[in-house]
């Protein structure tokens, strides 16, 4: 299933810190995979292409800052935040003129490591031209936070809801087909069906008037497109 949460790959040796992070940012809403050495690391990059990555600096196959200067130098963009112990503070330094993104020292706090991962994807994303907030007249997306506001009020979106509503943000202003907006949400054998009863459902809590939208306007037997960005 090809969703639009956000992919955190968490590279370090020690279950335990594993588990903390696959829990504690589980509950923030991202999607966690784990690698407890470098060679697993580099296969996770491969196959998954994370959206960002936790990375421990001492491995035991492979330095941390090796396996970061090599993704560097080979052109990987993902954003790292770096976990590093406190008196590390050279290869602090070294990885963050790698190509680190930032980084947090052990003992750290989950909330303190998520505010980071946020900086670090708002920064990356605002590099890419995406703008980390989504703003349309009264529409706004926070891409980072996954908060959806109209008029200033926050509304409430199911999962489905709000996957259909950001991958139309992604490409605002175009066309969107219901073959390409079926395959990012549920996947390439979906039913059209499906598309149809979220998108009505997400029109109810975000449009004035849902039967003359604003925003989602529909492209009779093509797709979906939303108004562009202000």
Excluded: C
Aim: glycine fraction near 8%.
């Amino acid at each position: 299933m090809n969703t639009t949460a956000v992919k955190i790959l968490v590279v370090d040796d020690e279950p335990p810190i594993r588990k903390l992070l696959r829990v504690g940012l589980g509950a923030q809403g991202y999607v966690v995979n784990e690698a407890q050495n470098a060679a697993s690391a580099q296969a996770s990059v491969d196959e998954d292409q994370p959206d960002l990555i936790v990375l421990d600096l001492g491995l035991p196959d492979k330095s941390g800052q090796d396996l970061l200067l090599g993704w560097r130098e080979d052109g990987v963009q993902i954003p790292v935040v770096i976990l590093s112990s406190r008196t590390d503070e050279a290869g602090i330094v070294k990885a963050l003129e790698s190509g680190a993104d930032d980084y947090v020292t052990k003992p750290f706090g989950v909330n303190e490591l998520a505010a980071r991962i946020r900086v670090a994807l708002r920064h990356r994303l605002q590099q890419q031209g995406e703008k980390a907030i989504f703003q349309t007249g009264g529409l706004s997306i926070d891409l980072v936070k996954r908060i959806v506001k109209v008029d200033g009020k926050e509304i409430k979106l199911s999962p489905k809801e709000y996957d259909i509503l950001r991958v139309l943000a992604q490409h605002a202003g175009k066309v969107l087909t219901h073959q390409f907006l079926l395959k990012q949400i549920w996947g390439p054998a979906a039913d059209v069906q499906y598309l149809r009863v979220y998108v009505r459902q997400l029109r109810q809590k975000i449009e004035d008037i849902p039967d003359q939208p604003q925003y989602i306007t529909t492209e009779t037997g093509v797709g979906y497109r939303l108004r562009e960005p202000d």
